[in-house]
Structure formats: C-alpha cells, structure tokens
C-alpha cells in the first residue's frame, strides 16, 4: 500500500528566509505526488504536482518541490517566505496501481509558522 | 466559474441521527470524491463517483453511502452517526483519465456530532 509521511508537525521560519517542508513516500511503483495548502477554515489548495520528467517542479505562489527517487522524497520549498504562507500544508500519493481511480492517499499535515 | 462548493457549511447533530451532506463539482468536472479529515489529521479516502456509480472505496463502514446525480453533484450520507463521526468532510471533484488529473476541494462541511 502506499503512504505518505510528514516528519514534523510544524515549521518555524523567518520571513524572508527560504523554507523546506519535508515529505517521504512509499509506493510500489511510479509515484505520483502532490502537493496541497489549507488555510483556516478552507478547503486544500492544489500548490503542484509531480508526474514524471524534470525532479524539480514549480507551483503556484512561488512554491517548488525537489523529487528525489533514491531518498524517496519530494521537499516542498520556496526561496523566500511570507508571513502569509502561515499555514497547513499536505503532502499526497496517488494509488499508482489505480491510477483511473484518483484516490489521493494523504500525510499528516506540517504547520508553517512565518514570522514576521 | 464557480470552484466545487459544499453545503451546509456547518452541521451539528446528535448520536444516532442521520446526516447528508451535499457537493457541486467544479464545472465540467465529472468525479466526485469524499474525504474525512479529522482534528489534526490529514484527509482520509472515503469513496469516490463517477458516472453515478461508487467505483472506489476506504476503509469506512457501509454507515457511509452516497449518491451521484445525472448533473454531478453528489450527497454523503452518513447513518447511525457516532461521536469518533465528528470531522471535517472535503469533497473534491476532478476531470476523469490521466494520471495528471487534479482534485480541487470544496471548503468542507464541519460535522460535530454530540
């Protein structure tokens, strides 16, 4: 079965300074990994997506995301945080073995905490 | 154009009863999919619908039903609602094929059961 894991709960950065949001992944085959934001009392937010091609991928926001297939992870990242950033942040697999079906498999969740 | 929307906002019920909740996709989106995410937990699969049928499901018991309409929209029905039901409902809908194919989210309904 495939999974997600999001070792921290929360990550504290200064505004201005680059930030890292950490995901690993266990699929049996090709993985497909996305990334997803919540705000308070919001639905998530689709930031970006990795299907297959080029490891580094760029969202919206400003927000990117390393693939790595040798350490099994896929960091979110952004040169230079905003205090608006401030928020819930998942990490997802998509079931490969299913791929028509869509099911999206989630992490925990990492709080980013922005200071001003 | 309006993104998935859900509804009621916020619901409160007691042990026992019955609820459905309600989500209209994306438009031009054919698929629906329901999530629970509990109190600092990440959204957990319920089932997903296409073309009015249930064709994926999570590790929830049959308590859990739904139903697709000929326009797409798409009702969660929950029975015999207990208090661990209490959670955060998404739906998502998407565009059916591909391996590229994103989920956008609703902002939920909030469910507490007391």
């Known amino acids: 079965a495939q999974s997600v894991a999001q070792p921290e709960d929360q990550v504290n950065v200064a505004e201005g300074n680059p930030l890292t949001v950490k995901c690993t992944y266990s699929?049996?085959?090709?993985?497909?990994l996305f990334w997803y934001v919540q705000y308070p009392n919001r639905g998530l937010q689709f930031l970006l997506k990795?299907?297959?091609?080029?490891?580094l991928v760029k969202g919206s926001y400003g927000f990117e995301a390393e693939f790595n297939k040798s350490q099994t992870s896929f960091h979110l990242k952004k040169p230079s945080a905003l205090v608006s950033d401030s928020a819930l942040y998942f990490c997802?697999?998509?079931?490969?073995?299913?791929?028509?079906?869509?099911?999206?498999?989630f992490g925990t969740g990492t709080r980013l905490l922005v200071s001003p | 154009d309006a993104g998935v929307t859900q509804s009621p906002t916020h619901l409160i019920k007691t042990r026992g009863q019955q609820v459905t909740l309600r989500c209209s996709p994306k438009?031009?989106?054919?698929?629906v999919s329901w999530y629970q995410q509990a109190l600092g937990q990440g959204p957990q699969f319920i089932f997903q619908?296409?073309?009015?049928?249930?064709?994926q499901r999570g590790n929830f018991p049959d308590r859990f039903s739904g139903h697709q309409f000929p326009n797409y929209s798409s009702e969660l029905n929950v029975n015999a609602l207990l208090l661990g039901d209490s959670a955060l409902y998404l739906c998502?809908?998407?565009?059916?094929?591909?391996?590229?194919?994103?989920?956008?989210f609703g902002a939920g309904t909030r469910l507490s059961v007391l």
């Open positions: 438009s031009g989106h054919d698929t």
């Open positions: 997802a697999v998509r079931d490969e073995e299913n791929t028509g079906f869509q099911k999206l498999v």
């Open positions: 619908y296409y073309e009015e049928e249930e064709r």
């Open positions: 990795y299907i297959t091609g080029d490891n």
């Open positions: 998502a809908s998407s565009l059916e094929g591909g391996a590229t194919t994103i989920q956008y």
């Open positions: 699929v049996s085959g090709n993985p497909y």
